[in-house]
């Protein structure tokens, strides 16, 4: 793989015509051309193997291009190099370019440690100093504004600055740029985020990195930040001398280091202003002039254009951010079926934050749905589709839908989302502008086992009480948003004490990402295999074996549930006659079951809930007609079934109404109680707390 030489560019410029103007001491190091060899020399006879095609398109449009080229070299092979070429214009208007090479491989053992030196704008004739200032300019192009880091940003232009034009440079910014809010100048504290000096340790420097300054009303920094201008500064200057001598210590550097020019540039971006950087002079004798105005005029520009992409970022990453983590689940709800911990990691990359999201819901008999799903996109928008998807899956879910018919109603919804997203008079197109891909599994405590469905998503990892991890093979099923395709569910046996891993495919990227697909499942079965403390800790062993040290490029999301199973002894059913009689019966046989749980004191209202449920099933039911109890830790759970698809609903008798108030009863005596339909009919069941 190819390695990128540290430290400066060589540079050059080129005129309209494509002939070589300018010639760097670290363009002649990297190719042995002497300037007199370059200078008037046609820049293609310089590329080996012809011009790229994108080049060339740049070259037309007098656009930048930044790519990998070949150069020729004088007394060697030809050496593979990053070019990059900014388009300027001269006085005249005339077109050129200025371009920077920077080699992919070191030229030498030695070579990497050699950084080029960038040409001084202060030495040679004025027609030198102009192609120096043009080289600079193309330099800062090139590496300010490499990261979206505000701290980054600002260092690269006091580094890009020192040496070439000033001895000494700083950059200060308003505190409200690092929270990415809008800046403020109400005030004129202001924090030094970077600086740079020709001498060690920057020791001219009044602030250290990091700290706050405090800026004097009468001060340059303070009159450039109230009228958005820059301006060069003579320490000699009476009144220079006078705001001075108000700070002992700054005056005291400014006489030891000979400090005699300054130069005060805003960084301002968008209209607004965002900090002031500082040029100041001391080991050149040439004071700024008005060149070098202009010169920082365009390089603060170049800063303060990155640093405010970098507070923008910084702002909807948070606002994306705040969302998500609203939209997550701080907490799991009761609930016994499972043993439940789970990790949600932000994207670290320019990306921002995904739509990835995670859910646990208890469901009806016990029984609890376990959800991962992952919006496609980053940002704002792929936070509130989150937040939408999750609300339906959770809406399909009270309803107690089966994994596969719940995917469909959900991919329905993806469909109308988009349809109503599409403009006036668009077109729609599969895969719509939402797209988002999901696992829903339900788990069954007492049949102990695990019913899933998944859309486009990977598949869970099942770690058996025996330690032994196993990537169950699952239908895939289309991702959501397609439409008009099938998902089918799968029925695992789970034995108690088993782990399920759900996660998002942020989990296994950064392994993907050397280039082996099956690595990242290969880590995540060592990490679930490996011993660990409790679930909590298995969380963190996943992650940190799976992503490593550094911050992941997507979204991650991780959920494991560790199974319970309720036994025989929590678990009672009877099968039922459709006969009035087995009204009695069963009233009979749940009061004798309270009893031996010791729960008499729940006998009354389970006895009324039974009669009148089973009641219902009589009248109006089908058979095979059914009772179940289920004891579930601070819940009981009575369940009446029959093989009749029509579902009761709750509604008001009046006075004169013989009957019809059996389910109001219900609803006035339990916790909560519903219906879901099962293939063999419907099941009513509602829940008691003890």
């Given at each position: 793989m190819a390695t990128r030489v540290t430290g400066r560019a060589a540079t050059a410029t080129v005129d309209g015509g494509g002939v070589v103007t300018g010639w760097s001491a670290a363009a002649e190091r990297l190719t042995g051309f002497g300037a007199g060899q370059a200078l008037g020399r046609s820049a293609v006879g310089l590329l080996?193997?012809?011009?790229?095609?994108?080049?060339?398109?740049?070259?037309?449009?007098?656009?930048?291009?930044?790519?990998?080229?070949?150069?020729?070299?004088?007394?060697?092979?030809?050496?593979?190099?990053?070019l990059g070429v900014v388009p300027v214009r001269t006085a005249r208007g005339e077109p050129t370019w200025v371009v920077s090479a920077q080699a992919l491989q070191p030229l030498t053992p030695g070579a990497a440690a050699r950084p080029a030196a960038v040409p001084s704008v202060l030495s040679g004739s004025s027609e030198e100093r102009a192609r120096h200032r043009l080289a600079l300019l193309g330099e800062a192009g090139l590496r300010i504004g490499s990261t979206l880091e505000?701290?980054?940003?600002?260092?690269?232009?006091?580094?890009?600055?020192?040496?070439?034009?000033?001895?000494?440079?700083?950059?200060?910014?308003?505190?409200?740029?690092?929270?990415?809010?809008?800046?403020?100048?109400?005030?004129?504290?202001?924090?030094?985020?970077?600086?740079?000096?020709?001498?060690?340790?920057?020791?001219?420097?009044?602030?250290?990195?990091?700290?706050?300054?405090?800026?004097?009303?009468?001060?340059?920094?303070?009159?450039?930040?109230?009228?958005?201008?820059?301006?060069?500064?003579?320490?000699?200057?009476?009144?220079?001398?006078?705001?001075?001598?108000?700070?002992?210590?700054?005056?005291?550097?400014?006489?030891?280091?000979?400090?005699?020019?300054?130069?005060?540039a805003p960084l301002t971006a968008r209209g607004v202003t965002l900090g002031v950087a500082i040029f100041l002079r001391h080991r050149s004798p040439e004071p700024f002039d008005e060149d070098d105005l202009l010169l920082a005029t365009e390089l603060t520009s170049r800063a303060a254009l990155s640093v405010d992409n970098a507070r923008q970022y910084t702002q909807q990453r948070d606002t994306a951010l705040a969302l998500q983590r609203s939209l997550l689940p701080s907490r799991t709800p009761r609930q016994a079926a499972v043993e439940v911990a789970f990790r949600y990691l932000p994207a670290g990359g320019r990306e921002g934050v995904g739509g990835d999201w995670f859910d646990v819901i208890p469901l009806s008999g016990a029984r609890v749905a376990l959800v991962v799903g992952d919006v496609v996109g980053h940002g704002v928008p792929a936070s509130a589709a989150m937040g939408r998807l999750r609300t339906a899956v959770r809406t399909l879910a009270d309803i107690d839908m089966p994994p596969d018919e719940l995917l469909t109603h959900l991919d329905d919804l993806v469909l109308r989302v988009d349809l109503d997203e599409q403009p006036e008079g668009g077109t729609a197109w599969a895969g719509g502008s939402v797209g988002a891909s999901c696992l829903y599994a339900v788990y069954d405590p007492v049949a102990r086992s695990c019913s899933l469905a998944r859309a486009g998503h990977p598949g869970p990892a099942l770690v058996g009480p025996d330690n032994t991890v196993t990537f169950p093979e699952l239908p895939p099923g289309p991702p959501l948003g397609l439409g008009g395709l099938p998902f089918e569910a799968v029925e695992l046996e789970v034995p108690e004490g088993s782990v399920l891993a759900l996660y998002t495919d942020g989990?296994?990227?950064?392994?993907?990402?050397?280039?082996?697909?099956?690595?990242?499942?290969?880590?995540?079965?060592?990490?679930?295999?490996?011993?660990?403390?409790?679930l909590e800790d298995l969380c963190d062993q996943v992650l940190s074996t799976t992503l490593g040290p550094d911050a992941p490029t997507d979204d991650v999301a991780l959920l494991l549930a560790r199974t319970r199973a309720l036994h025989t002894q929590d678990v009672a059913e009877w099968p039922l006659r459709r006969d009035p009689s087995e009204v009695a019966r069963a009233r009979k046989v749940a009061a004798a079951k309270l009893a031996e749980w010791g729960l008499e004191e729940a006998s009354f209202v389970t006895e009324l809930v039974v009669s009148e449920l089973i009641t219902n099933a009589v009248r109006y039911g089908l058979p095979p007609i059914g009772l179940r109890l289920i004891r579930d830790g601070s819940m009981l759970l009575?369940?009446?079934?029959?093989?009749?698809?029509?579902?009761?609903?709750?509604?008001?008798?009046?006075?004169?109404?013989?009957?019809?108030?059996?389910?109001?009863?219900v609803a006035q005596l339990c916790r909560n109680w519903g219906t879901r339909h099962t293939p063999r009919g419907k099941t009513i069941w509602a829940e008691q707390e003890i």
């Open positions: 080996a193997g012809g011009v790229p095609v994108a080049l060339l398109r740049a070259a037309v449009r007098h656009e930048p291009f930044t790519g990998m080229v070949r150069l020729c070299r004088a007394e060697d092979e030809p050496v593979a190099v990053e505000v701290d980054r940003t600002a260092q690269e232009l006091a580094e890009v600055a020192t040496g070439s034009f000033a001895d000494f440079v700083a950059v200060d910014l308003l505190d409200s740029v690092f929270g990415g809010g809008p800046p403020s100048s109400a005030g004129l504290v202001f924090y030094r985020v970077a600086q740079q000096s020709v001498l060690p340790g920057c020791p001219e420097s009044t602030v250290a990195s990091g700290a706050g300054d405090v800026i004097a009303p009468d001060s340059p920094m303070a009159r450039v930040l109230a009228s958005g201008r820059p301006m060069c500064v003579d320490y000699r200057d009476p009144e220079v001398r006078s705001w001075i001598a108000q700070e002992p210590e700054r005056e005291r550097l400014a006489e030891e280091f000979g400090i005699h020019s300054g130069l005060m989990l296994l990227r950064a392994s993907e990402l050397h280039g082996d697909p099956g690595l990242g499942l290969d880590r995540l079965g060592s990490a679930l295999t490996a011993r660990a403390g409790s009575c369940e009446v079934s029959d093989g009749s698809s029509t579902a009761p609903h709750l509604r008001r008798a009046h006075n004169d109404d013989e009957g019809g108030r059996g389910l109001l009863l």
